[in-house]
């Protein structure tokens, strides 16, 4: 275990609100994690004050979405040679305690999914949100013949397999990077498991959630795992194992 | 017989133009062979409408004028979704392109300023 390296990776636009609390509680966490943050075309100081925090900062010129910024991270872990990349969000959301877990799940796995829906998780989705987030929930479950529960979290591990396969293909439409990138992995044979995580309210930004972001969440995502399964088993140049 | 020359006229208004901004290098070949070959279809059928005429009754079209439309909407949604392809291709070349301007800006950054090793 002594040489393997991780890299934890925060996709970040406009966060100066939580950002270095979220790199102080990961490093306090996970000391032995390189913490990189992709600043994804922020306009305020969200760079700086990570900066200052302690992680590698790589700054996108433009805005390019979570899918994009996160290509970005699997192509800086893949040259910079690590073994696994967790990925986090900015916001606060998550708990970065439980980087472990999702670490460990990577023993069996080449991608471990935090999911939110356990029996004493705190989050709850109601309304359209809910019934779009089952419904991919099915299809995905089916297509991995093992269940994922929450295909949307943002909160996931990747390993050595999976940074190079992502680092080359990440889905970067606007809502369809974390359906669409679970669907590229189960496409080229990538194992998928899936943890319990602790969901917590966001600490700042405003959330992008309503019956309308439902319905387009749900169009799009249906849309990538479409494409995706009709590409019929897509391997991408280059070896994966 | 003055639609026929507003048709014409129109035709070589758009070939002429279309012609010299491939010239001045403003447009590239593959966009501009396109619409250089419907003008130049538009500009034969205003100055032989009986050809027209001749092709519909061939397909069975009772308005020769429908055709016309039919064919025009055909190949401007063929342009289109061409355009689209490209913009698509575009899009992810772009992309791509920004993640390495990202990543080698870290890189110097990483060299001319090396953070302090723990």
Same mark, same amino acid.
């Given at each position: 275990?002594?040489?393997?390296?991780?890299?934890?990776?925060? &996709?970040?636009w406009?966060?100066?609100?939580?950002?270095?609390?979220?790199?102080?509680?990961?490093? !306090?966490?996970?000391? !032995?994690?390189?913490?990189?943050?992709?600043?994804?075309?922020?306009?305020?100081?969200?760079?700086?004050?990570?900066?200052?925090?302690?992680?590698?900062?790589?700054?996108? &010129?433009?805005?390019?979405g979570v899918g994009?910024?996160?290509?970005?991270?699997?192509?800086?872990?893949?040259?910079?040679?690590?073994?696994?990349?967790?990925?986090?969000d900015?916001d606060?959301q998550?708990?970065?305690?439980?980087?472990?877990?999702?670490? !460990?799940?990577?023993?069996?796995?080449?991608?471990?999914?935090?999911?939110?829906?356990?029996?004493?998780?705190?989050?709850f989705v109601g309304g359209p949100r809910r019934w779009a987030m089952v419904l991919l929930?099915?299809?995905?479950?089916?297509?991995?013949?093992?269940?994922?529960?929450?295909p949307t979290s943002g909160?996931?591990?990747?390993?050595?397999?999976?940074?190079?396969?992502?680092?080359?293909?990440?889905?970067?439409d606007y809502l369809g990077d974390t359906v669409g990138?679970?669907?590229?992995?189960?496409?080229?044979?990538?194992?998928?498991?899936?943890?319990?995580?602790?969901?917590?309210?966001r600490?700042?930004g405003r959330p992008s959630k309503n019956a309308l972001w439902s319905a387009l969440y749900l169009g799009r995502a249906t849309l990538a795992?479409? #494409?995706?399964?009709?590409?019929?088993?897509?391997?991408?140049?280059?070896?994966?194992? | 017989?003055?639609?026929?020359?507003?048709?014409?006229?129109?035709?070589?208004?758009?070939?002429?133009?279309?012609?010299?901004?491939?010239?001045?290098?403003?447009?590239?070949?593959?966009?501009?062979?396109?619409?250089?070959?419907?003008?130049?279809?538009?500009?034969?059928?205003?100055?032989?409408? #009986?050809?027209?005429?001749?092709?519909?009754?061939?397909?069975?079209?009772?308005? &020769?004028?429908?055709?016309?439309?039919? #064919?025009?909407?055909?190949?401007?949604?063929?342009?289109?979704?061409?355009?689209?392809?490209?913009?698509?291709?575009?899009?992810?070349?772009?992309?791509?392109? #920004?993640?390495?301007?990202?990543?080698?800006?870290? !890189?110097?950054?990483?060299?001319?300023?090396?953070?302090?090793?723990?």
């Open positions: 275990m002594g040489l393997e390296r991780f890299l934890v990776a925060i &996709p970040a406009n966060e100066r609100g939580s950002i270095e609390d979220v790199i102080g509680k990961v490093n !306090q966490h996970q000391p !032995q994690c390189d913490v990189l943050v992709v600043n994804d075309g922020s306009t305020d100081d969200t760079a700086t004050l990570a900066a200052e925090a302690g992680a590698t900062v790589v700054s996108l &010129p433009f805005n390019v994009g910024a996160m290509r970005t991270a699997f192509l800086y872990a893949e040259r910079h040679g690590y073994q696994a990349v967790v990925q986090i900015a606060g998550h708990d970065p305690a439980d980087v472990n877990r999702v670490l !460990q799940g990577l023993d069996s796995a080449d991608v471990v999914v935090g999911t939110r829906f356990h029996p004493t998780s705190q989050y929930s099915l299809a995905l479950s089916r297509m991995n013949r093992g269940r994922i529960s929450d909160f996931r591990a990747a390993g050595p397999r999976a940074i190079r396969l992502f680092s080359v293909e990440y889905p970067a990138s679970l669907a590229i992995a189960i496409r080229s044979n990538l194992t998928i498991h899936e943890t319990p995580v602790t969901m917590y309210f600490q700042s795992i479409l #494409a995706t399964s009709l590409k019929g088993g897509y391997i991408p140049k280059g070896d994966l194992s | 017989m003055s639609a026929q020359l507003l048709g014409a006229f129109a035709s070589i208004v758009t070939f002429v133009f279309v012609f010299s901004l491939l010239r001045r290098g403003i447009l590239r070949e593959k966009y501009a062979v396109l619409w250089l070959l419907f003008s130049g279809a538009a500009l034969f059928f205003s100055v032989f409408p #009986a050809a027209l005429l001749w092709v519909s009754t061939r397909l069975n079209v009772a308005e &020769p004028v429908n055709l016309l439309f039919f #064919a025009t909407l055909v190949m401007l949604i063929l342009v289109a979704i061409q355009l689209s392809y490209e913009l698509s291709r575009h899009e992810a070349r772009i992309r791509r392109l #920004a993640e390495e301007v990202a990543l080698l800006n870290e !890189q110097l950054n990483e060299e001319r300023f090396p953070r302090d090793s723990d």
